[in-house]
């Protein structure tokens, strides 16, 4: 099929291996990276993509093939990821002359999908180049960038099973894409403007564009100008549709905020470069390493403290920017001349998923975008944007998807002959997670499934994953909350399947979702977990969310947990904080203590106003009003008490957010111990279970509002406190479990309580102070996104003790 750079020497002591390479190996230039060092090295043989990975059969002395290995390790290319190389001697067929790339065979899948990468250098230059033949080409891609994921509508990842398979390639295009020495050597959704797909600019109403008077260049560089010019654009982009529009233009922000139907939710930024980021944001070297990495995810910064005119609708009561590089042509070439950030979020309404189709496009944002930038490349999938953030001198997912999923996880030992495990995941920011011959594939994020376009979607996604990988599972597994739409699925196929169904724990899910994540090995001692979140069903039947446990894979110890508060409303309290304020205030004092002690305050006048008859009868009768041990209810209760997100919570976990963005950093850092707010640690009635209780908390807390000190002083002392007695509890647990000959049990942080900055550094800190290792998470999300990794092994263990 290809030359040869040179022919390879007749060798009378040369030996014929099999190698096989399993990973991230197909359409990321390995191939060719392989072909151009066996004929460095004067080797003979094939190499060649089939459903497991790559296949090299090779001819040569001991001394070369041990060279090829090492080298092919430590030369892959930079999109690829090598899991396993499988060396085994011996063939019954012929060596060919030279050494040559094969076409791709099919068979059972097993090969791994790479992630969509953001364009690279080379291909950047490219189109900023006049005299290139793909100057300002918005398709431009090569082997090391550009849709992977996105594309794919089977294995292998040829691209007659891409949605380019329509596009035939012109002679200059199949010329690189079949030249080995060329960067674009099987690069599947190569293209230019002879052969690729085009892009084009329409107005929501159909009527005509002048260009002239946008732009001399094309239509990409006229969206431009409609931004310049305060309008909002609908953008098809890599995965879905995106709504942009002038960071710095308050009334462009303001209306895309409220036909968007996003109350205060932030907006992702992104900007043309790194040069226009320092002017509105503060960026480390590790923050701007993310943010021009292949996978250029939506970073979480600090913003200036002298920030330039950016809306203040676009992070309502925060000081953090989440700003994100172009990642594809199309955005380098729209931002060429723009010299603010724009507003890139994704195109839908609320929380809905984002449109991937030009008809769903118009038919849900017509009413928002103004102008509509389209392209006729199909979008497989919808893949979001990933979120991540810089805590503790470490990247931490926030949000796990463009460029960084499916790339999979590698199981801890002991997982090597783990069952083929479909696990559905949680109601909340939704993934799910295939597990197979020592991997973890989880699916980018999906969403709330309580969104009924994202419940669909989901379905769609779980069929996708498992034709793709042609995936028959062996075990199911799932929450244990009977009403989540993803433990009904999972039950309704373990009964149509006639599989089984391991269900798990939800926070024992999170522990053992962060012991995977640190190759934790199957049959290690039990870590002392601490799982911090909103709510999630108990091993009693009633709510949990703030849970110390001794937890291995296979099963857990409840040791300690937070007070059990009432949601009062259920469901409502998340989304009216105010709620758990008067359910912990009526716990802790009830309601004639409350008003003889603080009736002149303003949250008394609120907290009066409300219905308080028809509450207290909820709460005496416990209808509506669950008990539940959850911290972030009481990060709620906490922020809505110093007028944070009292009334409504726009999005989840507001309160938290707002109350951690609150916090003073001097009194933070410098204040005296002695004014935390404290904590006891007393046992629960009954139980005899020690538990977190803020009785005292809450009254210095309402010293302090008595006393107007401001919300940051107040918020500063809540978060050391809080972080003081987490640790103090783990201490305690610690020294009842551990004999003195012992060491200390290893402490696992996850939960989306811990997404929050300020508590998780003092709670890492304290407890490597007392010399307790520690795991945490970075690749996996902290939150209900990493759920599913969590109830695929826990399920995988129990199914290895069975057999």
Same mark, same amino acid.
């Given at each position: 099929?290809?030359?040869?750079?040179?022919?390879?020497?007749?060798?009378?002591?040369?030996?014929?291996?099999?190698?096989?390479?399993?990973?991230?190996?197909?359409?990321?230039?390995?191939?060719?990276?392989?072909?151009?060092?066996?004929?460095?090295?004067?080797?003979?043989?094939?190499?060649?993509?089939?459903?497991?990975?790559?296949?090299?059969?090779?001819?040569?002395?001991?001394?070369?093939?041990?060279?090829?290995?090492?080298?092919?390790?430590?030369?892959?290319?930079?999109?690829?990821?090598?899991?396993?190389?499988?060396?085994?001697?011996?063939?019954?067929?012929?060596?060919?002359?030279?050494?040559?790339?094969?076409?791709?065979?099919?068979?059972?899948?097993?090969?791994?999908?790479?992630?969509?990468?953001?364009?690279?250098?080379?291909?950047?230059?490219?189109?900023?180049?006049?005299?290139?033949?793909?100057?300002?080409?918005?398709?431009?891609?090569?082997?090391?960038?550009?849709?992977?994921?996105?594309?794919?509508?089977?294995?292998?990842?040829?691209?007659?099973?891409?949605?380019?398979?329509?596009?035939?390639?012109?002679?200059?295009?199949?010329?690189?894409?079949?030249?080995?020495?060329?960067?674009?050597?099987?690069?599947?959704?190569?293209?230019?403007?002879?052969?690729?797909?085009?892009?084009?600019?329409?107005?929501?109403?159909?009527?005509?564009?002048?260009?002239?008077?946008?732009?001399?260049?094309?239509?990409?560089?006229?969206?431009?100008?409609?931004?310049?010019?305060?309008?909002?654009?609908?953008?098809?982009?890599?995965?879905?549709?995106?709504?942009?529009?002038?960071?710095?233009?308050?009334?462009?922000?303001?209306?895309?905020?409220?036909?968007?139907?996003?109350?205060?939710?932030?907006?992702?930024?992104?900007?043309?470069?790194?040069?226009?980021?320092?002017?509105?944001?503060?960026?480390?070297?590790?923050?701007?390493?993310?943010?021009?990495?292949?996978?250029?995810?939506?970073?979480?910064?600090?913003?200036?403290?002298?920030?330039?005119?950016?809306?203040?609708?676009?992070?309502?009561?925060?000081?953090?920017?989440?700003?994100?590089?172009?990642?594809?042509?199309?955005?380098?070439?729209?931002?060429?001349?723009?010299?603010?950030?724009?507003?890139?979020?994704?195109?839908?309404?609320?929380?809905?998923?984002?449109?991937?189709?030009?008809?769903?496009?118009?038919?849900?944002?017509?009413?928002?975008?103004?102008?509509?930038?389209?392209?006729?490349?199909?979008?497989?999938?919808?893949?979001?944007?990933?979120?991540?953030?810089?805590?503790?001198?470490?990247?931490?997912?926030?949000?796990?998807?463009?460029?960084?999923?499916?790339?999979?996880?590698?199981?801890?030992?002991?997982?090597?002959?783990?069952?083929?495990?479909?696990?559905?995941?949680?109601?909340?920011?939704?993934?799910?997670?295939?597990?197979?011959?020592?991997?973890?594939?989880?699916?980018?994020?999906?969403?709330?499934?309580?969104?009924?376009?994202?419940?669909?979607?989901?379905?769609?996604? /779980? @069929? !996708?994953?498992? $034709? =793709?990988?042609?995936?028959?599972?062996?075990?199911?597994?799932?929450? +244990?909350?009977? #009403?989540? %739409?993803?433990?009904?699925?999972?039950?309704?196929?373990?009964?149509?399947?006639?599989?089984?169904?391991?269900?798990?724990?939800?926070?024992?899910?999170?522990?053992?979702?962060?012991?995977?994540?640190?190759?934790?090995?199957?049959?290690?001692?039990?870590?002392?977990?601490?799982?911090?979140?909103?709510?999630?069903?108990?091993?009693?039947?009633?709510?949990?969310?703030?849970?110390?446990? /001794? @937890? !291995?894979?296979? $099963? =857990?110890?409840?040791?300690?947990?937070?007070?059990?508060?009432?949601? +009062?409303?259920? #469901?409502? %309290?998340?989304?009216?904080?105010?709620?758990?304020?008067?359910?912990?205030?009526?716990?802790?004092?009830?309601?004639?203590?409350?008003?003889?002690?603080?009736?002149?305050?303003?949250?008394?006048?609120?907290?009066?106003?409300?219905?308080?008859?028809?509450?207290?009868?909820?709460?005496?009768?416990?209808?509506?009003?669950?008990?539940?041990?959850?911290?972030?209810?009481?990060?709620?209760?906490? @922020?809505?008490?110093?007028?944070?997100?009292?009334?409504?919570?726009?999005?989840?976990?507001?309160?938290?957010?707002?109350?951690?963005?609150?916090?003073?950093?001097?009194?933070?850092?410098?204040?005296?111990?002695?004014?935390?707010?404290?904590?006891?640690?007393?046992?629960?009635?009954?139980?005899?279970?020690?538990?977190?209780?803020?009785?005292?908390?809450?009254?210095?807390?309402?010293?302090?509002?008595?006393?107007?000190?401001?919300?940051?002083?107040?918020?500063?002392?809540?978060?050391?406190?809080?972080?003081?007695?987490?640790?103090?509890?783990?201490?305690?647990?610690?020294?009842?479990?551990?004999?003195?000959?012992?060491?200390?049990?290893?402490?696992?942080?996850?939960?989306?309580?811990?997404?929050?900055?300020?508590?998780?550094?003092?709670?890492?800190?304290?407890?490597?102070?007392?010399?307790?290792?520690?795991?945490?998470?970075?690749?996996?999300?902290?939150?209900?996104?990493?759920?599913?990794?969590?109830?695929?092994?826990?399920?995988?263990?129990?199914?290895?003790?069975?057999?």
């Amino acid at each position: 099929m290809n030359a040869p750079l040179q022919r390879a020497p007749v060798d009378l002591e040369q030996i014929a291996e099999r190698i096989r390479v399993r990973g991230i190996v197909q359409g990321v230039g390995f191939r060719p990276t392989v072909w151009r060092i066996a004929n460095d090295l004067g080797l003979r043989g094939t190499i060649m993509n089939d459903s497991e990975g790559v296949l090299i059969s090779v001819w040569g002395s001991a001394e070369l093939l041990n060279t090829l290995v090492e080298r092919i390790r430590t030369e892959a290319p930079p999109l690829a990821r090598i899991e396993a190389i499988e060396r085994n001697a011996g063939m019954t067929e012929t060596a060919p002359d030279d050494f040559r790339i094969l076409t791709s065979r099919a068979g059972m899948a097993l090969t791994q999908v790479a992630p969509d990468a953001a364009t690279c250098p080379a291909c950047v230059a490219e189109i900023f180049d006049p005299f290139g033949r793909r100057f300002r080409y918005p398709f431009t891609n090569c082997t090391h960038c550009g849709p992977r994921l996105s594309i794919i509508q089977h294995i292998p990842y040829d691209r007659s099973n891409t949605s380019m398979a329509d596009f035939a390639m012109c002679p200059s295009c199949a010329a690189e894409y079949a030249n080995p020495a060329d960067r674009r050597f099987h690069a599947q959704p190569i293209a230019c403007y002879v052969c690729g797909p085009r892009a084009w600019l329409e107005r929501s109403d159909g009527a005509a564009i002048a260009l002239d008077s946008l732009t001399t260049l094309d239509d990409v560089d006229a969206a431009c100008s409609l931004l310049q010019k305060g309008h909002i654009v609908a953008i098809k982009g890599l995965g879905g549709y995106q709504l942009a529009c002038d960071a710095t233009n308050h009334a462009a922000v303001a209306r895309l905020r409220s036909s968007k139907q996003r109350e205060r939710k932030p907006f992702a930024l992104m900007a043309r470069d790194m040069k226009v980021i320092h002017r509105y944001a503060q960026v480390s070297e590790q923050e701007a390493a993310l943010l021009i990495s292949a996978a250029a995810p939506i970073v979480l910064l600090q913003s200036q403290t002298s920030t330039p005119a950016i809306s203040a609708h676009v992070a309502p009561g925060i000081h953090t920017l989440g700003f994100m590089l172009p990642n594809t042509p199309l955005h380098h070439l729209m931002l060429r001349r723009m010299e603010r950030p724009i507003v890139m979020t994704s195109g839908n309404l609320s929380d809905e998923p984002q449109a991937i189709t030009a008809e769903d496009a118009r038919e849900r944002l017509g009413q928002i975008a103004e102008y509509f930038l389209e392209h006729n490349r199909p979008i497989a999938r919808r893949v979001d944007d990933s979120v991540v953030r810089v805590v503790a001198g470490q990247t931490r997912l926030l949000r796990r998807a463009r460029g960084y999923a499916p790339a999979p996880l590698s199981l801890p030992p002991g997982f090597e002959h783990a069952p083929r495990a479909l696990a559905y995941g949680s109601e909340l920011k939704n993934t799910f997670c295939l597990l197979r011959d020592g991997m973890a594939i989880l699916s980018p994020h999906i969403g709330d499934l309580q969104d009924a376009l994202t419940l669909d979607d989901y379905h769609k996604a /779980l @069929a !996708d994953f498992r $034709d =793709f990988y042609e995936f028959e599972p062996q075990l199911l597994a799932c929450d +244990l909350h009977p #009403d989540y %739409a993803a433990t009904q699925l999972a039950r309704a196929q373990s009964e149509k399947l006639n599989l089984p169904l391991e269900m798990s724990q939800h926070h024992h899910a999170h522990i053992a979702a962060c012991m995977a994540e640190n190759g934790v090995p199957l049959n290690a001692a039990p870590v002392l977990g601490i799982a911090l979140d909103g709510i999630g069903y108990g091993a009693d039947g009633i709510l949990w969310g703030g849970e110390f446990m /001794l @937890a !291995d894979y296979h $099963d =857990f110890q409840r040791l300690g947990t937070f007070k059990p508060v009432a949601l +009062l409303g259920g #469901d409502a %309290a998340a989304r009216e904080p105010w709620r758990n304020t008067y359910a912990h205030l009526m716990a802790e004092m009830g309601w004639p203590a409350f008003a003889m002690n603080y009736s002149e305050l303003g949250l008394f006048s609120f907290l009066d106003k409300q219905p308080r008859t028809l509450l207290d009868g909820m709460l005496e009768k416990a209808i509506n009003a669950p008990l539940a041990s959850s911290c972030g209810r009481l990060f709620d209760a906490v @922020a809505a008490a110093i007028g944070l997100a009292r009334e409504h919570a726009y999005y989840e976990g507001q309160g938290a957010v707002e109350l951690e963005v609150a916090v003073d950093r001097d009194c933070l850092e410098q204040e005296d111990a002695t004014l935390d707010y404290p904590f006891a640690i007393p046992l629960l009635p009954g139980s005899k279970l020690p538990y977190i209780e803020p009785l005292a908390m809450w009254q210095a807390l309402l010293g302090d509002i008595i006393l107007d000190t401001p919300v940051g002083i107040m918020s500063a002392r809540f978060h050391r406190g809080l972080a003081k007695v987490i640790v103090k509890m783990v201490d305690k647990l610690a020294s009842r479990i551990s004999k003195d000959d012992e060491p200390l049990p290893q402490v696992a942080l996850s939960g989306g309580v811990f997404q929050n900055r300020i508590l998780f550094e003092l709670v890492l800190s304290g407890l490597q102070a007392k010399g307790f290792s520690v795991l945490t998470h970075s690749q996996v999300p902290c939150n209900d996104g990493g759920l599913a990794l969590g109830q695929a092994v826990i399920a995988a263990a129990r199914w290895l003790k069975q057999k």
